[in-house]
């Protein structure tokens, strides 16, 4: 019940194109949504995140879409620039974010020039 | 610099040896976070402290493991008796309202 299951694994994208990345939980005590990027030998920095009582949040080229019934959220990149190359991961905490952070395993995202 | 900070930002050790990382958080943040990250894995969590009190341990936390906040400032992580299994970056966040802000994490390798 504490599993975030992100995916894919890895993503390989255009550039210009969209990269979506996929999560799902269980727990439906989960009440905050945020998602990280991570580059090589740097800490995860905090990208965009949402709560449930919204079903979609935009800042800038990045979008959280949250579908509450299917207990699913979505991260798409716009127009993917090489610089978005990193890692993604997902994450899911109750409480609105103060409890800890159960994270998904990951997605790799290559974007091609 | 304003961010969380970690130190050292890598340490090898040898099995058997005890090991102790730093971090400072924001300073306004009451929460702090300990989570483990293996290559190729998400952060996995730790502990965390409100302040100065140690809310909650996770199962992944032996008691080889021992972490501290004293007087809700900066915190601590020991690994005493190291093993190889404990090699794994350990990350630091903190946070006021909700919104975690990871450091850069110490990469820990026992060799």
């Known amino acids: 019940q504490q599993q975030v299951k992100q995916s894919p694994q890895s993503l390989i994208v255009q550039k210009g194109g969209i990269s979506i990345i996929n999560c799902a939980y269980e727990?439906?005590?989960?009440?905050?949504f945020p998602w990280y990027q991570q580059f090589p030998g740097k800490g995860p920095a905090l990208l965009i995140a949402?709560?449930?009582?919204?079903s979609e949040k935009k800042e800038g080229r990045f979008t959280i879409s949250f579908n509450k019934s299917a207990k699913q959220f979505s991260l798409h990149i716009m127009d993917s620039q090489p610089g978005d190359s990193a890692t993604y991961f997902c994450?899911?905490?109750?409480?609105?974010?103060?409890?800890?952070?159960?994270f998904g395993a990951g997605t790799r995202l290559a974007v091609h020039p | 610099d304003t961010g969380v900070s970690q130190d050292p930002r890598h340490k090898i050790t040898k099995r058997g040896q005890n090991v102790t990382f730093r971090c400072d958080p924001i300073s306004e943040h009451n929460r702090l976070y300990w989570y483990r990250q293996t290559l190729g894995q998400g952060p996995e969590f730790l502990t965390y402290?409100?302040?100065?009190?140690?809310?909650?341990k996770s199962r992944l936390l032996s008691d080889r493991f021992s972490a501290e906040r004293p007087k809700g400032s900066f915190s601590t992580l020991e690994i005493q008796r190291t093993e190889q299994g404990d090699s794994a970056m350990y990350l630091c966040a903190s946070s006021l309202a909700g919104q975690a802000f990871f450091g850069q994490g110490t990469r820990l390798t026992v060799v």
């Open positions: 727990n439906t005590a989960f009440d905050y």
């Open positions: 402290f409100q302040n100065e009190a140690q809310l909650e």
């Open positions: 949402i709560r449930p009582d919204v």
């Open positions: 994450a899911a905490s109750a409480t609105g974010g103060y409890n800890k952070l159960i």
